[in-house]
């Protein structure tokens, strides 16, 4: 526990008619006494105020006029002795008086600090805590605020509150570890830490999975067009690539390279892979049946089902509808141009609901349309690929999952019945991985980091 003398401005910054410096701990009423001119305010009663002037120490001047309010220990808001001098002038007389206390060695107080005491202290009592906290929730918002302000990206943004949960429930835990004598408090204490460490890790989990989007990003979705013979199958391959500039890569393999076609359609790359009979795949359910066919299909992230809008529903568009079944897809009507044989309701009864676009790709007709369904299909229109990039970061993901480790493991020391400071640990591990991600690699401990989200001289 902190057992030195701190010093800092508590009344706002800026032209007030009256400017407090505040002065807690055991030195506060020596170091006080020592410079000031009037009563010996070692010797007055608590709870007292008194008129008097600063005299400066080492030019032994006059410096400020001021009251002096004495507050002894235990019953001051940090629990420790407390001197309040009042200072009339504006920001250069409130200025001179602090750095004549820190010349005489008190010590600037951190942001939050006083709080901080008189939390550590005992001073706040259960219900009161719920109060602080209420009054930390509300702090660490705006300082939040602007802190994001600074960062770029939605993870920033995300880690940030998710952490601040956690801080959050420590303290408060911590609350209750003070106040034994209260009733309930462990059990207290072990739900709200069992339902944050859930909630949190599920918000943990989530990003992970927007993680595997933004992994899809950097590979491409793999991407099968398939469709019976003659519907225009390579016609709309060729269409994708010339609209979307093609990336072709060759990725080694152990028997044969293989080779892929890379098209980005409004941020969505699309990996058109020539393996396995997945891009060009009319005759799959006739060469290898429905069953198999799945198979090779659930291999893909997105399939363009090709239908002809100049033959009715056959058999085998029957076939690959059952093939397609629960996967993610998009029915492409294609040869618009031609006279129309195609039952469209009966289409859209099998397509369960799925996008149904219709092209003529001879006359370069639905294309928008069609690129604007695969870009709906996977990030429902409103992720863009600068979103989701920086989760693709390999050193993210990793942190991610370990903080996410770290959550279930208090949880499973909760479930153990293991006391709440060992429980503390894997939350504050969860905490600083999370703090590793957004560069916040501040050694200070968490209930530092708390209390220094309050304003200074608070
Ligand atoms: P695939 O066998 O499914 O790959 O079909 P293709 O892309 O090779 O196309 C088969 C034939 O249909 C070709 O002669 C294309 O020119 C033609 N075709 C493709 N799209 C259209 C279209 O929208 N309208 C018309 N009228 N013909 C098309
Ligand atoms: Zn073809």
Redesign the pocket.
């Known amino acids: 526990m902190d057992t030195d003398t701190i010093a800092a401005i508590s009344t706002p910054v800026g032209e007030g008619a009256i400017a407090i410096v505040r002065l807690s701990g055991p030195e506060a009423l020596p170091l006080a006494s020592d410079v000031f001119e009037g009563k010996s305010l070692k010797k007055v009663d608590s709870h007292t105020i008194h008129y008097g002037k600063i005299i400066d120490p080492v030019t032994k001047e006059f410096a400020e006029e001021v009251m002096v309010s004495v507050m002894r220990a235990p019953k001051t808001f940090t629990r420790e002795d407390i001197v309040e001098i009042n200072c009339h002038g504006g920001l250069v007389s409130v200025n001179r008086v602090l750095e004549i206390m820190l010349a005489k060695g008190a010590r600037l107080a951190e942001p939050g600090e006083f709080t901080k005491r008189a939390f550590l202290n005992g001073r706040i009592d259960l219900s009161q805590a719920e109060a602080v906290m209420d009054l930390i929730r509300a702090k660490t918002d705006k300082a939040m605020n602007v802190a994001l302000k600074q960062m770029d990206g939605r993870l920033s943004k995300l880690i940030q509150t998710l952490r601040q949960e956690l801080l959050e429930t420590v303290a408060h835990v911590e609350v209750n570890i003070d106040y034994p004598e209260y009733d309930d408090v462990e059990e207290m204490s072990h739900t709200l830490m069992e339902e944050k460490t859930k909630e949190v890790g599920e918000e943990i989990e989530k990003l992970l999975e927007v993680a595997a989007q933004g992994k899809i990003l950097r590979e491409g979705l793999a991407t099968a067009i398939i469709?019976r013979?003659?519907?225009?199958?390579?016609?709309?391959m060729n269409t994708l690539v010339q609209e979307n500039k093609a990336i072709v890569t060759e990725v080694p393999g152990t028997t044969r390279d293989i080779i892929e076609e890379y098209v980005n359609v409004r941020g969505v790359p699309l990996r058109l892979v020539d393996t396995a009979g997945i891009r060009?795949t009319?005759d799959i359910v006739e060469r290898i049946g429905v069953d198999r066919s799945r198979q090779v299909l659930k291999e893909s992230d997105l399939i363009l089902f090709?239908l002809n809008y100049n033959e009715p529903l056959s058999e085998e568009d029957k076939k690959l509808f059952e093939a397609v079944q629960g996967l993610e897809y998009i029915v492409i009507i294609?040869?618009?141009?031609?006279e129309q044989k195609l039952d469209l309701e009966e289409v859209r009864a099998f397509a369960e609901g799925k996008p149904v676009v219709t092209?003529?790709?001879?006359?370069e007709q639905g294309v928008d349309q069609l690129e604007q369904a695969i870009a709906n299909t996977f990030f429902s229109g409103e992720v863009d690929a600068g979103d989701l990039t920086y989760v693709s970061n390999v050193r993210h993901i990793q942190l991610l999952k370990q903080a996410k480790q770290a959550l279930d493991d208090a949880r499973e020391a909760i479930e153990l019945g293991m006391p709440m400071d060992i429980v503390q640990i894997d939350v504050t591990r969860s905490w600083e991985f999370m703090g590793e991600i957004i560069g916040d690699t501040a050694s200070d401990s968490l209930i530092d980091q708390l209390f220094s989200q309050f304003c200074l001289g608070k």
């Open positions: 469709g013979p003659n519907v225009g199958k390579s016609s709309l060009e009319e090709v294609n040869k618009t141009d031609l092209t003529s790709l001879i006359e």
